[in-house]
């Protein structure tokens, strides 16, 4: 099967700790996004991949940082969560940026910050 | 203010009926119009693009663009209990980031 794939589902952590979700696809595609989707379900991208380079980064906290280790993969880290970072976040894929490229999206994983 | 916005927030259909949901943009930039579905737990998955004026049909879903307006609509005929979810309008511009601004969606329920 050939998808976006994302772990964990679900993650529940404390103010200040360090998170990493993790997202593959298996779709050959050589662009890759990271967005937040917030309570009102409002969905707003945070940062861009093709081919491992960021080409796109949206003004989020210098505590959002993406990771790459091929076209495959872009995993998020979130050094010392805050309160307002609860979240789901949603990783997708294409081929190719512009207009016309169609974006697949990955089940997202939700994020609490107690 | 949002650079794409949807209407309305909310709406409700009867099975087999039409759904209409709106969608204006305020960028003149933006040539290219996606709609996404969004169903409850999953990620959203895309439904029609358009970027020419007029309509554009697939199946049940018609998409209409005007550029002149900055509006595009989607119209769901024959609207069926699975059309349930939440429905984003998304553009981007001809050039620069190419980054997909999504709308604030639009949450539409069809009732058996």
């Known amino acids: 099967e050939t998808a976006v794939f994302q772990t964990p589902n679900y993650h529940v952590t404390q103010v200040g700790n360090e998170v990493s979700f993790n997202c593959k696809q298996t779709l050959g595609h050589d662009t890759m996004y990271w967005y937040k989707q917030d309570s009102k379900k409002l969905l707003k991208i945070m940062f861009s991949y093709n081919n491992k380079q960021l080409i796109v980064n949206e003004t989020v906290p210098r505590r959002f940082s993406p990771q790459s280790s091929d076209k495959a993969h872009l995993n998020l880290r979130i050094k010392s969560v805050e309160p307002e970072d609860s979240a789901v976040y949603l990783c997708?894929?294409?081929?190719?940026?512009?207009?016309?490229?169609?974006?697949?999206f990955g089940p997202g994983t939700r994020l609490t910050v107690l | 203010q949002q650079k794409v916005q949807q209407s309305p927030e909310s709406l409700s259909v009867p099975e087999g009926g039409m759904a209409s949901l709106n969608c204006t943009s305020s960028d003149r930039n933006f040539q290219y119009f996606w709609w996404y579905r969004q169903h409850s737990g999953e990620g959203p998955k895309a439904l029609m693009s358009i970027f020419s004026d007029g309509d554009k049909k697939e199946g049940r879903f018609t998409a209409h663009l005007n550029k002149a307006s900055l509006h595009v609509s989607l119209h769901i005929r024959d609207s069926q209990p699975s059309d349930s979810a939440l429905y984003f309008c998304a553009a981007t511009a001809s050039s620069g980031s190419w980054q997909l601004i999504f709308g604030s969606g639009t949450q539409l329920t069809v009732m058996p």
């Open positions: 997708a894929s294409s081929v190719g940026l512009g207009g016309r490229a169609e974006q697949f």
